[in-house]
Each structure stands twice: as structure tokens, then as C-alpha cells.
């Protein structure tokens, strides 16, 4: 006859071990149950809908901050009560596989678990997480509104020539405007609103400048014959003086040819003939002079010219349209800006996917052996430049405005990683960090070129410097145009400004 064994009781409560089953679907209690806060249920908290920032920042501090400390005071808690239940599970199990027979009461606290212990941050439940995360957005976001509120710095403004009345300010100095400005601005057809050119005195000083700049290029075995120098000297407000080198011949301006249409579509906005607000076309202004982006420079292209891409036409259709499209050059030209020609589009233009002119674009540049090219000379790119520094280009606040976007950062932190960067290889690389800068580049696989204003903080010099050079080994080269701004820059700043002869 055998007799039945039975398990003595284990525990203070000498209960019987009930079943592997029964015991893993039963919730463990805790041993400090009556002394510690119960361990909190596992299931995931819903997720609370994030809290409005900008409305409601300052109010939260002090709550976030209150809830985090008590958040913090929980979780080492809680921490606590799990380790202590992780150790009474253990010990169950352990004792549970042994024989009854050699089990003993043991005297000493639960046994420890031997697993690795989580840190802090693993522990977090979603609610403290989120609360964290919403307390560091808010103190960012506060501490961040001294610098998204600050202006940036205002783009320097060259001085007239003479001491003139507010109202002459506005006119191109030395030279006495034909008609009041404000009363060309009111005209309903869309032309350039400075009628006049300027007129600053030939220097024999700079032109000694721009021929040694012109043996940099040579010296590095390229040609001098595609190449144009334009110097304006600006800082003498009694006299601007000026200088070239073939800066009368129109050339391939490549992406420049975006400064005349920056001025294009800010005369037409403020005549009415872009009905939409300027704030609608902020995104493709900034990418077009900033970035150069192509794909924006060609809807504001047609959007000043009232024109659009497409196939081919015939006919009064495509008069109509080469009419449309041409105004663009008509509205520099009868302004003084002779013979330049800025109505063909930049490519490639992606989000038309074209890799060049195609339809009616391909039939505005004519018989394909001799096709008509964008066309701008150094002396032109430097007027619109000076203009655009003496405020009077469009309007005092459209100038101001383009002054803004022609703005380059020269620090290398800022332009180093930027492949799309216009200091690399350009007039800007060469120069110091702590001045202004501000210009336009242009660059193709046939062509280099830039049209740039340059003024130091001490006002010794002050100059716009206008460099295109249409031909395939410029465009090679990366350090011509650095070699050359550097030149002229030291030569400048070195003399200080400029002296009545």
C-alpha cells in the first residue's frame, strides 16, 4: 500500500502550493503590500493630444516642472516595489522545483533578481515621456523667441555723391532726372522706373586694378578675350569712380540674368500687374536668388511675362506670345540697359522636364546655328547692382528688399556643406568674414560669372565688382574669380576711399 505524500506548506500562511497553471494565471502579491504603493498595471496609458505651444508655453512651465518632480519621486517608487516583486517571483520558482523534502524556511529576505536592472529612461511610462518632451519643446521654444524675432542686419546703402535735397535722393547722383520719379512709377506700362543711367568718373587708378585682375586670369592659362571686368569704387560720397575691361560687350550672364528679373517681378507687383500678394511668390524669390533654383526662376518668369511654357505655335498665337514674352527685355531697354536680352529660361527646369528650351521656348531663340542667347554686360549687371544699393532700383522698400536676398553669409560653417553654395569657386571665397557681401552668380558648364557688392565694416572700401566669363575653362577653373576678388579687395581696403583727382 503506498502512502500519499503530501508538500508541507511553504510560507508564513502554510497555504498549499497550488498548481503551475493556476499559480502563473494568479497576480502575484507583494510581500510589502501593507507598507508600499501597489505596482501600477502595465497596460500602455492613451497618448493625450499635444498641447498648443505658442499659445499656452509660459503657463505649462510651472506645471510641467511640478509634474516632473513628482513624476520623479513615483518612478524610484515604483522602481523599488518591481525589483521587490521580481525577487519574491524568483524565489517562488526556484522553490517550487525543488523536492518538498529539501526545501528549508528561509530566514533571509527575498531572493534578488539577477536580471540586469533598467535605467531610468527605459523605465518611463508614456505619460512622463510625453511630458518631457512637450517641457523641453516649450523651454525651446521660449528660449528661441529673441532670435526668431530679431531682424537681421540692414544691407548697407551707398551714399549719394553730393549733399542733395530728399527729394533729388532718389535720382541717380551728378545727373538731374528728366522727370519726377514718382510720377514714372505711376506709368501704367511696364518699364524700369530709373530712366537714366548713373554717371561716375573714369578712374585711372582702378583701371590699373582691373588689368592686373585680367594677368590673374591670363596667368592661369586663361582666355582673356571671354572674359569682362566691371569695377565701381563707392566710397567717396563726393565722387564714384569706375573702371573695365571689355565691360561693354554683352556676354552669357547664366543664372544674373535672376537679378534683372528679381526687379522685374517686385515693379510689377507694385504696379498691379501681379495681382496676387508678394507673399505668394516668397518660397520661389528666395530660391531663385538664394538657391538659383532654375524650377523657380521659370514660374517667375511667367508670371511677370504672362507666359507659359509649352508646346509649339504658329502664327498671330505665337506673336502674341514672343511679344508677351519679350517684354521682359523692352522693360530694362527703355530704361537705358541697350540691347540686353533676359527673356530665355535657365535650365534644366525639372517640373517641366525639360533639360533644355523645347516648343515655343525653343522657337523664341530662332535658327538653332546662331540662337539667341540671354545677353548682359558687366556695366549693366553693375548699374542694376548700384541701384539696387542706392535705393532707388523699383522703389526705396522693393530695393531694401532685394538687398535682403542678394545677402551671402561668408563664414565657411555656413556654406561649407551646401553643395548648391555661391562662395565656392566665386568672388566670396577669398574674402573676409566681417564684411557685407551681397551678390548674384551665375554658372553653367560653359560659363562663370557674378555680379557682387562688397563693403567693409570700417567703410574703407566700398565696391561692386562685376566679373563674366563665358567659356568652358572659367568654368573649370575654381580659382580665378577667388584670386581676383582678393586683389581688388586688398588694393581697395588698403587705400581707403577714393579722392578727387
Not at 517684354?327 to 517640373?351: E, M
Not at 562662395?423 to 551665375?442: D, R
Amino acid at each position: 500500500m503506498q502512502v500519499e505524500r503530501r508538500r508541507r506548506p511553504i510560507g508564513p500562511q502554510q497555504r498549499p502550493i497550488e498548481s503551475r497553471r493556476q499559480s502563473s494565471e494568479r497576480p502575484v502579491q507583494s510581500r510589502r503590500q501593507s507598507t508600499e504603493r501597489p505596482v501600477p498595471s502595465r497596460r500602455p496609458i492613451q497618448t493625450r493630444r499635444p498641447i498648443d505651444l505658442l499659445q499656452k508655453s509660459l503657463s505649462i512651465l510651472e506645471i510641467i516642472w511640478v509634474h516632473l518632480r513628482s513624476s520623479a519621486l513615483y518612478l524610484r517608487l515604483t522602481d523599488r516595489a518591481k525589483i521587490d516583486a521580481t525577487g519574491l517571483i524568483q524565489s517562488r520558482r526556484q522553490s517550487s522545483q525543488r523536492q518538498v523534502g529539501r526545501r528549508r524556511q528561509s530566514s533571509e529576505g527575498p531572493v534578488q533578481s539577477r536580471r540586469r536592472v533598467r535605467t531610468k529612461f527605459s523605465r518611463l511610462k508614456y505619460r512622463n515621456i510625453l511630458c518631457l518632451i512637450a517641457g523641453a519643446i516649450a523651454i525651446g521654444w521660449i528660449v528661441t523667441i529673441p532670435f526668431r524675432i530679431r531682424r537681421p542686419p540692414e544691407p548697407p546703402v551707398i551714399l549719394a555723391q553730393q549733399a542733395v535735397s530728399p527729394q533729388e535722393a532718389l535720382s541717380p547722383p551728378t545727373i538731374e532726372p528728366s522727370e519726377n520719379l514718382a510720377a514714372r512709377q505711376s506709368e501704367p506700362t511696364f518699364s524700369y522706373n530709373i530712366k537714366t543711367p548713373p554717371n561716375p568718373v573714369y578712374s585711372q587708378e582702378l583701371q590699373g586694378i582691373v588689368d592686373e585682375s585680367v594677368k590673374i586670369a591670363t596667368s592661369k592659362g586663361l582666355p582673356a578675350e571671354r572674359l569682362s571686368i566691371t569695377l565701381f569704387d563707392v566710397s567717396n560720397p563726393k565722387t564714384h569712380t569706375f573702371a573695365g575691361y571689355q565691360n561693354q560687350t554683352l556676354r552669357f550672364p547664366a543664372s544674373v540674368a535672376k537679378l534683372f528679373w528679381m526687379a522685374a517681378f517686385y515693379s510689377a507687383i507694385e504696379k498691379g500687374i501681379i495681382t496676387q500678394r508678394e507673399s505668394t511668390f516668397k518660397n520661389d524669390l528666395d530660391q531663385m536668388i538664394r538657391v538659383s533654383n532654375n524650377d523657380a526662376a521659370s514660374r517667375l518668369l511667367d508670371k511677370i511675362t504672362d507666359t507659359k511654357s509649352g508646346g509649339r505655335l504658329a502664327g498671330e498665337e505665337l506673336q502674341t506670345w514672343l511679344k508677351k514674352r519679350t517684354q521682359i527685355n523692352t522693360f530694362f531697354q527703355s530704361a537705358g540697359y541697350n540691347d540686353i536680352r533676359i527673356s530665355t529660361k535657365n535650365y534644366p527646369i525639372y517640373y517641366l522636364r525639360q533639360e533644355g528650351p523645347l516648343g515655343r521656348d525653343l522657337q523664341l531663340r530662332g535658327d538653332a546655328s546662331q540662337p539667341i542667347r540671354n545677353q548682359v554686360t558687366t556695366d549693366q549687371a553693375a548699374r542694376l547692382i548700384y541701384e539696387i544699393y542706392t535705393r532707388q532700383a523699383v522703389s526705396s522698400v522693393a530695393s531694401r528688399k532685394m538687398a535682403y536676398l542678394l545677402t551671402r553669409d561668408l563664414d565657411p560653417k555656413a556654406w561649407k556643406n551646401d553643395p548648391s553654395n555661391s562662395i565656392q569657386g566665386f568672388l566670396g571665397e577669398s574674402l573676409p568674414t566681417n564684411i557685407y557681401f551681397g551678390s548674384k552668380v551665375g554658372y553653367t558648364s560653359k560659363s562663370r560669372s557674378e555680379a557682387a557688392f562688397v563693403r567693409t565694416l570700417d567703410d574703407r572700401a566700398i565696391y561692386i565688382l562685376v566679373v563674366f566669363a563665358d567659356d568652358p575653362a572659367y568654368a573649370k577653373d575654381e580659382t580665378a574669380f577667388p584670386a581676383i576678388s582678393r586683389y581688388v579687395f586688398d588694393r581697395l581696403n588698403a587705400r581707403g576711399p577714393s579722392t578727387v583727382q
